[in-house]
């Protein structure tokens, strides 16, 4: 899944330790699913890092997407299908982009855990970020549909939607940073010095404002699915970490690669870049044209960068973790657990260059 989310099924085999009883399934969903009589193939995204995402194509032709929780036992509050079935289904007829839900099970004995089926969209997903084939108009376009839907997502008020139940409102980052070191706690693999590092200058930096809005939790590039013709986002995809909390937090984690060179990550990082001539707006940029859109000032990024690269290293050693076991739901656990050390470094390296303390 590189650039274009069309695929063919058989290229994409299920893992066995994600293996599905297709006959079970298949038989729950007749009668729940519109001009449904049975699956014909059904293969699996190898993308995601937390909750295993098949397509399935019906008898009929048509697909939908199923996303369920991974086998296995698992961390507290983690791999919340549920929340990201609702988060979506209440978005729907908002300005934010979302494929349609259609059901959500959560009946453990149909395949094993609970799952929700979805639209399949097709569009692309681009997961290299300096987004080579394409033209500096064309990057600057993508970044900014990118950057306008966030903004979209965050002046949504969650009442409107029925999200006001949707998370606790107030001290975002107290809890996060409690919740994120329990979990860093809980999956270590290895030595990180930096982490109670950036735990302790984390705590004692908590911006004053306190504002609450629908937050994604994991809002980055390789997260939406834009037209297959035109430079526009079309769906936000992996809700899972989504929730109330503070705006900003989706902000800046999705300029976490900004700060990152490509020693950490050859196609992702941008950082030392000529962000100029590529046509990919730089950070101060995007933050720039983000206060614009949601009527704030302007606002140093930092804390809310660092912040989201601790969150980031305690993730990525959750899916190394998952991957040991044999349940991550994807190949490449090993590779992106590799990557928390670096980012922990590259963390603490900005807050000693920043003016925050």
């Known amino acids: 899944m590189k650039n274009n989310y069309t695929l063919k099924i058989e290229d994409i085999p299920v893992k066995e330790a994600h293996k599905l009883d297709l006959n079970k399934l298949s038989g729950f969903l007749t009668g729940k699913l519109e001009n449904f009589s049975g699956i014909k193939k059904i293969g699996q995204f190898n993308g995601g890092q937390s909750n295993p995402t098949f397509v399935i194509e019906c008898l009929e032709g048509y697909r939908h997407v199923l ?44 395949i094993g855990t609970a799952f929700y089926l979805m639209e399949y969209l097709e569009g692309r997903v681009f997961e290299d970020t300096t987004l080579p084939g394409h033209t500096s108009e064309d990057r600057t376009a993508i970044y900014n549909s990118m950057n306008e839907t966030l903004a979209a997502l965050h002046t949504i008020k969650p009442e409107d939607v029925g999200l006001e139940s949707f998370g606790r409102p107030g001290s975002y980052f107290l809890r996060q940073l409690k919740r994120w070191s329990q979990q860093w706690e809980l999956s270590k693999q290895q030595d990180i010095p ?164």
């Open 67 to 110: 996303r369920k929780k991974p086998p296995g036992k698992l961390l507290p509050s983690a791999h919340a299908v549920d929340r990201e079935y609702r988060v979506q289904k209440a978005l729907y007829e908002t300005d934010v982009p979302v494929a349609k839900m259609y059901l959500y099970c959560e009946n453990e004995n149909i």
């Open 194 to 357: 930096e982490m109670p590092l950036l735990i302790d200058w984390l705590s004692k930096n908590i911006p004053d404002s306190d504002e609450t809005t629908i937050v994604h939790g994991d809002y980055r590039l390789g997260n939406l699915i834009y037209d297959l013709n035109e430079p526009k986002v079309i769906a936000v995809l992996d809700w899972e970490l989504s929730t109330l909390g503070h705006p900003l937090a989706d902000l800046g984690y999705s300029l976490m690669l900004h700060e990152e060179d490509s020693e950490v990550r050859t196609g992702f990082s941008l950082k030392n870049l000529d962000l100029e001539s590529l046509g990919i707006p730089t950070k101060n940029y995007l933050v720039q044209k983000y206060c614009e859109m949601v009527d704030r000032e302007v606002i140093n990024p930092n804390f809310y960068i660092v912040f989201s690269m601790f969150r980031n290293v305690a993730i990525l050693e959750g899916v190394l973790s998952r991957g040991r076991a044999g349940n991550a739901a994807s190949s490449l656990a090993e590779e992106k657990g590799a990557l928390a050390k670096p980012i922990a470094k590259i963390a603490w390296d900005l807050v000693k260059n920043s003016n925050l303390d």
